[in-house]
Nanobody, 118 residues
C-alpha cells in the first residue's frame, strides 16, 4: 500500500510562509498527478489547492494563485507546496493526494494542520 507522509504544517502569522512536504513510499513518477487539498474548520469537503502533473505542469485554485507554488522532486519522491503571504482563511488541514488513474487508485496522506493566526 502506498504511503504519503505530509510534514511542514504549523502555526504562522498572517503574511508568513510555510513549506509543506509530501513524501511518497514509491516513485512519484508512478502517479499521473499529485496534489494538495485542504479541509477548512467546520467544512466537510476537501478542496483542491494545487496539483502537479507527471510532466511538472501545475494548476492552482484561484484563491492561492500568486501565493502558493507546487513543485516535485522525483529523486526524493516528494512533492512540495510553498505557501507565502498566508492569510487566516488559509487555515485548514492540508492533505496530499496521489492518483494512478491507470489503476483506478487514489491515495491520501494523513494531513497536516496549518493555522494562520496572530
Amino acid at each position: 500500500q502506498v504511503q504519503l507522509v505530509e510534514s511542514g504544517g504549523g502555526l504562522v502569522q498572517p503574511g508568513g510562509s510555510l513549506r509543506l512536504s509530501c513524501a511518497a513510499s514509491i516513485s512519484i513518477s508512478s502517479f499521473n498527478a499529485m496534489g494538495w487539498y485542504r479541509q477548512a474548520p467546520g467544512k466537510q469537503q476537501r478542496m483542491l489547492v494545487a496539483a502537479i502533473s507527471s510532466s511538472g505542469s501545475g494548476t492552482y485554485a484561484d484563491s492561492v494563485k500568486g501565493r502558493f507554488t507546487i513543485s516535485r522532486d522525483n529523486a526524493k519522491n516528494t512533492v512540495y507546496l510553498q505557501m507565502s503571504s498566508l492569510k487566516p482563511e488559509d487555515t485548514a488541514v492540508y492533505y496530499c493526494r496521489a492518483d494512478r488513474s491507470y489503476l483506478g487508485r487514489t491515495d491520501w496522506g494523513q494531513g497536516t494542520q496549518v493555522t494562520v493566526s496572530s
